[in-house]
């Protein structure tokens, strides 16, 4: 029995599309964390998410940026919240757990461990060198040219911004973790990182203020994660922080992962 975990799929690419058909658990009773990114459109995120959880003896999802999305192709026209509500309902239809549902408990060999699903956006706290507000980040972002595309498709209604809808989402979810057992360790999921140092190696560092916030920082150590699991930068890795393993699952796109040297060592297994 295996808790594993995979992100950016990012199925609207045919050889993306090819490699997610080709998942498979390594046992009738393997968890699968699905940290995000899994498409553009609802209607190919459903899709995947029927396939994968018919596989899977349980399936955790969290949406990542491009779930988010109101691309213009897309039949679903809903925005912001409204679109996030739609996406939560459609995998509770599946029996995939969700931010807002309870959390699940995976029963380890070791003991039960609480596989905590988070929704928590970024506010523009991982800024660049120099910059001492959003306004100076998103300036020198724009200036150098290095854009997230949230710009333009991740549309925050109804809050007035994305980072008011990352307090928003702070707030909801920090007493959703402090009501866990106590005596129960967790395993923390988000699409984003909650911590700042995955993020130190990015090509454009321009790019972190969309990648998380600093609220997080401490998450792992106060909510007694056995692991840290997140997606988004498409750097596929694990590192410690105050001796706990943030593993980034993702499979990125097509020009990204054809290239190394070695598959995509995907879904990764988290535990034990």
Same mark, same amino acid.
């Given at each position: 029995m295996?808790?594993?975990?995979?992100?950016?799929?990012?199925?609207?690419?045919?050889? +993306?599309?090819?490699?997610?058909?080709?998942?498979?658990?390594?046992?009738?009773?393997?968890?699968?964390i699905?940290?995000? @990114?899994?498409?553009?459109?609802?209607?190919?995120?459903?899709?995947?998410?029927? $396939?994968?959880?018919?596989?899977?003896?349980?399936?955790?999802?969290v949406?990542g +940026?491009?779930?988010?999305?109101?691309?213009?192709?897309? /039949?679903?026209?809903?925005?912001?919240?409204?679109?996030? *509500?739609?996406?939560?309902?459609? $995998?509770?239809?599946?029996?995939?757990?969700?931010?807002?549902?309870?959390?699940?408990?995976?029963?380890?060999?070791?003991?039960?461990?609480?596989?905590? /699903?988070?929704?928590?956006?970024?506010?523009?706290?991982?800024?660049?060198?120099?910059?001492?507000?959003?306004?100076?980040?998103?300036?020198?972002?724009?200036?150098?040219?290095?854009?997230? *595309?949230?710009?333009?498709?991740?549309?925050?209604?109804?809050?007035?911004?994305? @980072?008011?809808?990352?307090?928003?989402r702070?707030?909801?979810?920090?007493?959703?973790?402090?009501?866990?057992?106590?005596?129960?360790? *967790?395993?923390?999921v988000?699409?984003?990182?909650?911590?700042?140092?995955?993020?130190?190696?990015?090509?454009?560092?321009?790019?972190?203020?969309?990648?998380?916030?600093?609220?997080?920082?401490?998450?792992?150590?106060?909510?007694?994660?056995?692991?840290?699991?997140?997606?988004?930068?498409?750097? /596929?890795?694990?590192?410690?922080?105050?001796?706990?393993?943030?593993?980034?699952?993702?499979?990125?796109?097509?020009?990204?992962?054809?290239?190394?040297?070695?598959?995509p060592?995907?879904?990764?297994?988290?535990?034990?």
């Amino acid at each position: 029995m295996a808790l594993l975990a995979v992100s950016d799929l990012h199925v609207r690419h045919e050889r +993306n599309k090819e490699f997610t058909e080709g998942l498979r658990p390594e046992s009738d009773e393997d968890w699968l964390i699905v940290a995000g @990114d899994v498409g553009e459109t609802a209607g190919g995120v459903v899709e995947t998410m029927r $396939m994968l959880r018919e596989r899977f003896a349980e399936v955790v999802w969290v949406p990542g +940026n491009h779930e988010l999305w109101t691309p213009a192709k897309d /039949p679903v026209r809903l925005r912001g919240l409204a679109r996030y *509500t739609y996406l939560v309902e459609e $995998m509770r239809a599946l029996g995939v757990h969700t931010p807002e549902d309870p959390y699940p408990v995976w029963q380890g060999p070791r003991g039960p461990v609480v596989v905590a /699903p988070l929704f928590v956006l970024y506010d523009h706290t991982f800024r660049p060198e120099g910059a001492r507000t959003k306004e100076e980040a998103l300036e020198i972002a724009y200036a150098s040219g290095v854009i997230c *595309t949230d710009e333009y498709l991740l549309h925050p209604d109804p809050y007035p911004s994305r @980072d008011a809808w990352c307090r928003a989402r702070l707030e909801y979810t920090r007493p959703r973790l402090e009501a866990v057992d106590p005596e129960l360790p *967790t395993v923390l999921v988000n699409h984003f990182p909650l911590v700042r140092e995955p993020t130190r190696v990015l090509r454009y560092p321009q790019f972190a203020q969309w990648c998380g916030t600093e609220a997080t920082a401490d998450w792992h150590t106060r909510y007694r994660a056995l692991a840290v699991v997140y997606g988004h930068l498409h750097i /596929p890795r694990t590192i410690e922080v105050d001796g706990v393993p943030h593993v980034e699952v993702s499979l990125g796109y097509p020009r990204e992962w054809q290239r190394r040297p070695h598959p995509p060592a995907v879904p990764r297994r988290i535990l034990p």
